[in-house]
């Protein structure tokens, strides 16, 4: 199984100040890295796909890098409704595993 | 516009069975693979299982296999859960979700909670 570690656990940024959220995979995962946002009694939402290509109408603070075991997710300037669970996605083993999150909050 | 609609979570003893559905509109759904995540209380996401288009390719999460079955039915737009022999742990909120390349839309989840 592909394990994803996900640092930090818990972030906390303030406003309009950059982020940057680090997912380490156990074993190659090639580009197949994606990630999403979660807000408390919602369902996910992909924000990332292919490790660095935006979703449809995600805003273009939010940009991703790496491949193979290494990957970020920048975003650049934070603005209120960006403090949420964030969590990567590998798709290229079986079995599809997530990283545990990161939680991004106010400072 | 895009829609997935879960349905069929409750309360259900340990060693019940329950099934879920996933309704879905706005795409083409008989052209793609779709997927069951859940998620326990104050957890995080577990992949649990994925279906291709035609229900050729099957898989499923070792926490699952042997108790739950993932079907769909393209005629009606839905995708299904069959889930048998629960345990406490299985206790989550039931996400369906679209695969293409990733996880692009999700439904907003149905409970299941197992409890004696």
């Known amino acids: 199984e592909t394990v994803l570690t996900q640092s930090p656990a818990t972030l906390s940024v303030s406003p309009g100040e950059r982020a940057a959220l680090s997912c380490r995979a156990s074993?190659?995962?090639?580009?197949?890295l994606a990630w999403y946002q979660q807000k408390p009694g919602q369902a996910p939402r992909l924000l990332i796909y292919?490790?660095?290509t935006r979703a449809t109408g995600i805003p273009a603070r939010f940009s991703g890098s790496g491949s193979g075991t290494e990957f970020t997710l920048t975003i650049s300037s934070l603005q209120s409704e960006d403090f949420a669970v964030y969590y990567c996605?590998?798709?290229?083993?079986?079995?599809?595993?997530f990283g545990p999150g990161t939680k991004v909050d106010i400072k | 516009e895009v829609q997935l609609v879960e349905s069929g979570g409750g309360l259900v003893q340990p060693g019940e069975s329950l099934r879920l559905s996933c309704s879905a509109s706005?795409?083409?759904?008989?052209?793609?693979?779709m997927n069951w995540v859940r998620q326990a209380p104050g957890k995080g996401l577990e992949w649990v299982s994925y279906?291709?288009?035609?229900?050729?390719?099957?898989n499923y999460a070792d926490s699952v296999k042997g108790r739950f079955t993932i079907s769909r039915d393209n005629a009606k737009n839905s995708l299904y859960l069959q889930m048998s022999n629960l345990r406490d742990e299985d206790t989550a909120v039931y996400y369906c979700?679209?695969?293409?390349?990733?996880?692009?839309?999700w439904g907003q989840g149905t409970l299941v909670t197992v409890s004696s």
């Open positions: 979700a679209r695969y293409w390349d990733s996880f692009d839309y």
């Open positions: 706005g795409f083409t759904f008989s052209t793609y693979s």
């Open positions: 279906i291709t288009s035609s229900s050729g390719t099957i």
């Open positions: 074993q190659s995962v090639s580009s197949k």
């Open positions: 292919g490790a660095s």
């Open positions: 996605h590998q798709y290229n083993n079986w079995p599809l595993t």
